[in-house]
């Protein structure tokens, strides 16, 4: 099948409807923040949606007149982020956000049953920049902080592709945004508001005051001889799943938590055939956990911010002779994710040093992986984002996806887009691994390889 090719055909700077009250200009990142990603790593979203009535010029003008007026809520936005590393803020100073036009010759459908990694490649050109490796004019202290790029396709499908610097916010901030987008875009002309400190929830700065943390992981991102593959598990294929495991650990494990032991084991499995001079390998399992609902009082999930904790395993052992099992990682899972609880996260939060002992103990970890190269495996789910009830006027999205993250050991989980709860685990694996990986007999007992 033919490349599809997306051309440009436009570029303008989209701004805030209402100019950001002086009081609010300076906007201060958290503790939480601070452990984020750095400000050139952004969080990459694209949302496909059918062919519709509308022409395309009528539906990209609504998108920005949209646009800038839910900007007078999400005004950090269209700042800048400045400041030295360790001491960085974002400078809401209305400059605005990149809007991208751009056009593709060939058929949604036909893109949308191309299921081969020319597909993966492809949706890069959905995106109005490369979220790991952004080709911007802004220098180290002036950084664009969002970018939109909304595409044509041939048959009249369009494709909206955000991108929103991971040092701002989380997944779920994404996702509450272009919730508010899309209500926006579906009020007309009414509905206007003005920015106030109240508008959309910004506590994290006070809840999680910053220390001044640097945390450089920039020479992690690019790495040589990753490769991302999608894999695809069915509603079916997890309850079976999920079945056969509380045969043997006395309780019946979430979706989650079944894919990240299977993936986390398949994983280990390959590294261990892959490293033939090994004779054991050890590894940590680290889980983004979203940390508005485990707060006392739980914050709303319109709050902004990167409220999500890096829930990390202890380390787990693994040779050739005895392999783990699958129930021995799903409790690893389970107990890990369930540590970050309201006493965790008020610990976190600090006042009397005991913050000091989980930034510790980070730091530990983070020394474990970048200087002794024990290895780590990152999952973040993003199922219950909401990502799918995305509805600018035209219908929910047909297909929600990101792009793999050219870090090894990285899986993203995405709702299927059949939408009966089943998963499409984005994972992100040295080359050689991947290999063994892919061919794992227990991984393709429950999953399809959906390339």
């Known amino acids: 099948m033919a490349e599809a090719k997306v051309e440009i055909?436009?570029?303008?700077n989209i701004k805030p409807l209402c100019p950001t009250p002086n009081h609010l200009k300076h906007f201060k990142f958290s503790l939480l923040d601070e452990l984020a990603p750095p400000p050139s790593v952004y969080v990459p979203i694209v949302l496909f949606y059918a062919a519709s009535d509308h022409d395309f010029p009528k539906i990209s003008q609504k998108l920005k007149t949209s646009l800038s007026k839910v900007f007078?809520?999400?005004?950090?936005?269209?700042?800048?982020?400045?400041?030295?590393?360790?001491?960085l803020y974002v400078d809401c100073n209305d400059e605005g956000v990149h809007y991208l036009e751009a056009r593709v010759l060939s058929k949604l459908s036909d893109f949308l049953e191309n299921n081969t990694n020319q597909q993966l490649n492809e949706i890069k050109g959905f995106l109005p920049l490369d979220p790991y490796k952004p080709k911007l004019d802004d220098d180290d202290e002036d950084r664009l902080i969002m970018a939109v790029q909304v595409t044509e396709f041939g048959c009249g499908g369009i494709a909206i592709g955000v991108c929103i610097s991971h040092k701002v916010c989380d997944g779920k901030t994404v996702a509450s945004f272009l919730q508010a987008w899309s209500q926006k875009a579906n009020m007309g002309d009414g509905g206007d508001v003005v920015a106030s400190s109240s508008s959309f929830n910004m506590k994290a700065s006070l809840l999680f005051p910053p220390k001044g943390l640097e945390i450089d992981v920039n020479d992690k991102i690019g790495e040589k001889n990753t490769t991302t593959k999608r894999f695809l598990f069915s509603e079916n294929s997890l309850c079976t799943l999920k079945e056969e495991v509380s045969r043997g650990c006395g309780f019946k494990p979430t979706r989650v938590e079944a894919v990240t032991a299977l993936i986390w084991k398949s994983a280990l499995e390959a590294a261990i055939t892959t490293e033939t001079s090994q004779k054991s390998n050890s590894s940590f399992m680290l889980h983004a956990v979203n940390i508005r609902s485990r707060m006392l009082p739980p914050l709303p999930e319109d709050s902004m911010g990167?409220?999500?904790?890096?829930?990390?395993?202890?380390?787990?052992?693994v040779d050739k002779e005895m392999k783990v099992e699958l129930q021995d990682l799903v409790e690893v899972v389970r107990k890990t994710i369930k540590m970050v609880d309201g006493d965790y996260v008020r610990k976190l939060q600090g006042g009397e040093g005991q913050e000091l002992e989980i930034l510790e103990s980070m730091l530990q970890k983070l020394y474990l992986v970048y200087e002794k190269g024990v290895p780590y495996y990152i999952f973040t789910s993003w199922l219950r984002l909401g990502f799918y009830k995305t509805n600018f006027g035209w219908g929910n999205p047909t297909?929600?996806?990101?792009?793999?993250?050219?870090?090894?050991?990285?899986?993203?989980?995405?709702?299927a887009r059949s939408g009966d709860g089943g998963i499409e685990a984005w994972v992100t694996l040295n080359e050689f691994h991947m290999s063994q990986f892919e061919?794992?007999?227990?991984?393709?007992?429950?999953?399809s390889f959906d390339p």
Not at 9 to 12: G, M, Y
Not at 72 to 87: A, D, E, H, Q, S
Not at 310 to 317: D, H, Q, R
Request: hydrophobic share 45%.
């Open 9 to 12: 055909v436009s570029r303008v």
């Open 72 to 87: 007078t809520l999400y005004y950090p936005f269209c700042g800048r982020i400045k400041g030295n590393k360790g001491n």
């Open 306 to 317: 990167n409220l999500f904790v890096s829930a990390t395993s202890p380390l787990v052992e």
């Open 399 to 415: 297909w929600v996806c990101t792009i793999g993250v050219p870090v090894r050991n990285v899986v993203i989980l995405m709702p």
């Open 439 to 447: 061919t794992s007999p227990l991984l393709l007992q429950f999953a």
